[in-house]
């Protein structure tokens, strides 16, 4: 029995162990980042432009752009084909089509992400012969889709039953309940599903590795390669000089940051009651 | 027939040209066409996915045929293409995660569903949550200028002084490599292990443990015996949609794994995976087979990870519905 217990206690306190591991993770990321990029997180990090190999200061201002304009193009693109999609799914699906659409979500979710960035090359960077900006927003896109059809399905599948009883019972079509009812409902869950896509997908770098490519200035047009801050991290990180180390820190740091706050506040907000109707 | 067709007439739902264009304009019927030609957006990117990888991979596979699978060359100077070194890294580094991550994912699955107080739990699973959308490219920042070094200085011959002998632990030390690759893969998928293992242990029914805790079985063994068994399909699950990840990761496994196409027996030699050739040369590949070729990789990375995928969602669904199941 003593070996039983004793048995019983390591156990117990490795798993103990095993999520503190787990968790401490987390925490040493953040601190590193803290400490080595937190001294070059300046006010010329978001305003200048990337200094020439040698000179010292510079910033990443075309890469902050660059970033909002490719997750600018990705919601565009994936946002609507998601929503729709998942309006489909949840309010006028029958059995055969739901089930294949939702397979093939599953299965795009699970493509590597760097498969994505070759199908955006082959579907839009080839027959232009030059990368784009629209390549790499396409790419990002692509990735979004999954995530917004889904949740889009799951959110709307939440909304009582009631609801649409009560616009149906005044007469309205099905559509008209959809629009003005079931949707305006479910609409915080699919804000925040959104969201959480757009923060998954703006910490992306292989898909735009030969999409959006990379720039060291502004870039002129959105048929022109563009900076990104992920593909800048890459760039800076596995460079030879010191002076971009330092910047890929910080260019971490400000990125890291951007996701971990998007998903605190959208997680907070999912988790504080999904009582639709609240104001 | 006819007088089924006028009830249903009379309750506006029949077909023919007149019903179709009173049903289109009361606007349902529009709507659901719209929104089912979004849905079916989805397929056709799959299906363009598919056939684009496999179009422009032409030229590689008329080439080499299934030889490209086991050919160690891969010399873009005099157009000879194998695909070995990559696969044989991506599978080494995977393989190597998956050691690491597994334990320490159930375990850590098992303290937040079994122990912890709901609390903590749920604030545990948050930060673990937080983990999972950290970005591929800052875990390779961390792994370039901290783990490294660290492999190199320490870790490294540490473990040559202590399990030397072995053909695995051989060579010089550079600190990038395999091993450390490995090492960040596993960091990289144990939020998925122990997210998706939690709410299958969490699914598993009370009645279980309460039998085990009946008969005498200490706090452990009831976990383990009779809880971590029932709930074992899903985990098995859990542990292939972190494989699939492994396979497709690339950044982090980029920047550490030393980016070399050969094939060492040490875990500290340098390698190459399929994801990290991609990454580092597909935007300078010139020539047509060149550029072929590295689809072609892609096209097996895409194999890989859907056959892995589909077989992790056939084993996550097997253990709901089997729960569910049970409960009704």
Known sequence: MFWRKSVNVL??????????????????????????????????????????????????ANAIVGSSKLLLLAALFGVPVGLLGGVYLAEFGGRAVPFVVRYTADLLNGVPSIVIGIFAYALVVMPVHHFSTFAGGFALGVMMIPIVLRSTEEFLRAVPPALREGAMALGASKWRTISSVVLPAASRGILTAALLALARVAGETAPLLFTAFGNRFWSPGWGQPIASLPVMIFTYAVGPYEDWHRQAWAAGLVLLGLVLITNIVVRTLLSRGTSPQRP | MATAH?????????????????????????????????????????????????????????????????????????????????????????????????????????????????????????????????????????????????????????????????????????????????????????????????????????????????????????????????????????????????????????????????????LFGPGYSIAAVLANEFSEATGNLYLSALIELGLVLFLLTFVINGLARLLIFLTTSRGSLVHT
């Open chain 2, 6 to 266: 006028t009830t249903v007439d009379a309750a506006g739902l029949s077909w023919g040209p007149r019903a179709l264009i009173r049903r289109l304009r009361s606007g349902d019927e529009v709507a659901r066409l719209i929104t089912l030609l979004f849905a079916l957006v989805v397929v056709l990117l799959t299906v363009l996915l598919v056939d684009q990888l496999w179009i422009n991979s032409a030229e590689a596979r008329h080439r080499f045929g299934l030889a490209f699978f086991w050919t160690r060359q891969w010399d873009p100077v005099f157009n000879q293409f194998g695909a070995l070194p990559f696969i044989y890294g991506t599978l080494v580094t995977s393989a190597l995660g998956l050691l690491i991550a597994v334990p320490l994912g159930l375990g850590a699955a098992i303290f937040l569903a079994e122990l912890a107080p709901r609390r903590l739990s749920d604030n545990l699973t948050f930060l673990i949550d937080l983990l999972a959308a950290v970005p591929s490219v800052i875990y390779g920042l961390l792994g370039i200028f901290i783990l490294v070094p660290l492999m190199r200085t320490e870790i490294q011959p540490a473990l040559k002084r202590t399990l030397g002998f072995t053909p695995l632990f051989q060579g010089p030390a550079y600190g990038i490599g395999l091993l450390t690759a490995g090492l960040v893969l596993a960091v990289m998928i144990v939020p998925f292990i122990i997210s998706v293992s939690r709410e299958v242990l969490l699914a598993v029914p009370g009645e279980q443990r309460e039998a085990a805790l009946a008969l005498g079985a200490t706090r452990w063994e009831a976990t383990w015996k009779a809880v971590v068994p029932y709930a074992r399909t899903g985990i098995i699950g859990s542990i292939f949609l972190a494989l699939a990840r492994a396979l497709g990761e690339t950044m982090a496994v980029t920047m550490v794994i030393g980016n070399n196409p050969r094939i060492s027996a040490s």
């Open chain 1, 11 to 60: 156990m117990l306190s490795l798993t103990g162990l095993c999520a503190l591991v787990a968790v401490s993770v987390l925490f040493f990321i953040l601190g590193y980042l803290v400490y080595h990029g937190g001294k070059d997180v300046n006010w010329d990090f978001f305003t200048k432009l990337p200094k020439p190999v040698g000179e010292a200061g510079g910033g990443m």
